[in-house]
């Protein structure tokens, strides 16, 4: 699904950053090479966009136009997206880089942009550390081999941050000075410190290296992964907690507009379909507080409605929402309310499809639960296929004291809408009030998961 979203935000011209029209002409000879086009392609993110694509004459390709080419960190890849290598555009736009293919950076020659020598140079002391990595790690037990290249590795990387020191002292609103504060760790207290006090002021400073009001962070590799470590492993993974900081992070910067559309967009990315459960709120709340208040610009009315109704959707799905309506016809042809077909503590809502084998899977852990718990539990099980003879009879064959109704006959809209179904199984957990307390767990997840609801229930009560 986030592929969907990936690409209709394309679709609209999500991505269009602003540039400036000016000829460009980028040479590439790559000696060796045995294709016929090479394609020019700039980072955005943590993907990349084919820019345009060139002949290969003689292992030369040339890349001209007249078109916009934004400032940020390119690479030149083979038909099948294959990558070389990368060099940079920011106030040069006629490159030329000789090089071949056994030895792609190491013997790359910058024949014309000052810019790119500069960053050919880094590329190489790059390319030194990881061949000494790879050679240590390969010495097994020689331990004076491996001394050796550790001393030999501390020179380079010596070597490394003195260059990228220089870089942003001496030219520190280059490309280059910008990735390099990218890439920067944040600042920390010595260990000796109180470990929450280091935490605070990690956290704190995470951003300090970094202009947010420079849209050229966003055309490079290194910027998402600044931006999903900070969400994924700085913050404490808690939905109200990461709440709590996405309010702070998008109110507090100082953001270029491009680069909050950017960041408020992978947000919603990122929550869509997270890999915890219930997190899928913080979705909401960002649509909620920034897209429905017009706080995030320049988005098309196309774009915005779609955010709009995945909104909506995930909203009434919400953990501790009361389930939607929906009303399906059983096995005998009668309309069941699912909501008013259970009075027990819990309510399964598995929707399967009896042609999918992880569906039966599912099953032999679902009709243990429901053997263990049948006075606590009920599974009302949605089929989805239109198919009812085969329902019918796979239904018995499983389990007939299921509550078996079919999703393609409903008097109350379509269970794909009301409940975000996609793919089988699919499975959410209710209370006796009907509300959601779980989803999208695996059937073998259940009863533990029911325990520990069970105690933090009861440990709650007793306060």
Same mark, same amino acid.
């Given at each position: ?10 679709? &609209?011209? &999500? ?150 020191? !220089?870089?942003? !002292? ?31 002021? &990690? ?166 639960? &429901? ?93």
């Amino acid at each position: 699904m986030k592929k969907v979203l990936i690409l209709i935000i394309l679709a &609209f011209g &999500f991505v269009n950053l602003k540039a400036e029209y000016t000829k460009y002409c980028i040479k590439i000879k790559l000696k060796g090479c045995k294709e016929k086009k090479l394609l020019l392609a700039n980072y955005y993110g943590n993907s990349f966009q084919i820019v345009d694509t060139a002949v290969v004459l003689n292992e030369v390709a040339t890349f001209q136009g007249n078109r916009s080419l934004t400032k940020g960190v390119y690479t030149i890849a083979n038909m099948k997206k294959s990558k070389y290598f990368d060099f940079i555009i920011d106030n040069e736009f006629d490159v030329h880089i000789s090089t071949n293919l056994q030895s792609v950076i190491d013997s790359a020659q910058v024949l014309k942009s000052d810019e790119n020598k500069e960053f050919f140079d880094f590329m190489k002391l790059n390319s030194k550390l990881f061949y000494l990595n790879k050679k240590i790690n390969n010495s097994k037990n020689d331990q004076s081999r491996i001394q050796e290249l550790k001393d030999y590795k501390n020179e380079v990387e010596i070597k490394v941050n003195l260059f990228k020191n !220089k870089v942003m !002292k001496e030219k520190p609103s280059s490309l280059l000075a910008v990735i390099f504060n990218v890439m920067k760790d944040p600042p920390s207290l010595p260990k000796s410190e109180n470990q929450m006090k280091r935490y605070r002021y &990690f956290k704190s400073n995470y951003w300090n290296t970094i202009d947010l009001s420079d849209e050229r962070i966003l055309k490079t590799p290194v910027f998402h992964k600044k931006f999903d470590t900070y969400f994924d492993k700085v913050i404490y993974q808690h939905t109200d907690t990461l709440i709590k900081e996405v309010d702070l992070f998008l109110q507090k910067q100082h953001f270029n507009d491009e680069v909050k559309k950017y960041l408020a967009w992978n947000l919603l990315v990122k929550y869509e379909y997270p890999k915890i459960m219930g997190q899928d709120k913080i979705f909401v709340h960002v649509f909620n507080n920034y897209y429905k208040k017009n706080l995030i610009p320049n988005i098309s009315q196309s774009v915005y409605t779609y955010i709009e109704e995945r909104a909506n959707t995930l909203e009434s799905l919400l953990i501790g929402a009361v389930a939607p309506e929906m009303v399906l016809l059983d096995t005998l042809g009668v309309y069941i309310d699912i909501k008013k077909a259970s009075k027990k503590q819990y309510s399964v809502l598995f929707f399967w499809d009896f042609d999918c084998k992880l569906c039966q899977k599912e099953i032999k852990s679902l009709n243990k639960l &429901f053997y263990d718990k049948r006075e606590e539990l009920d599974i009302i099980a949605v089929c989805t296929v239109n198919e009812l003879k085969k329902w019918k009879k796979a239904s018995a064959e499983y389990n007939r004291e299921w509550i078996h109704v079919n999703g393609t006959r409903s008097a109350k809209g379509d269970y794909h809408d009301l409940y975000d179904i996609h793919t089988t199984p699919t499975i959410y957990l209710l209370d006796k009030n009907k509300r959601i307390i779980a989803k999208r767990l695996a059937a073998s997840q259940l009863e533990e998961f029911i325990k520990n609801y069970e105690y933090s229930s009861t440990s709650y009560d007793k306060k």
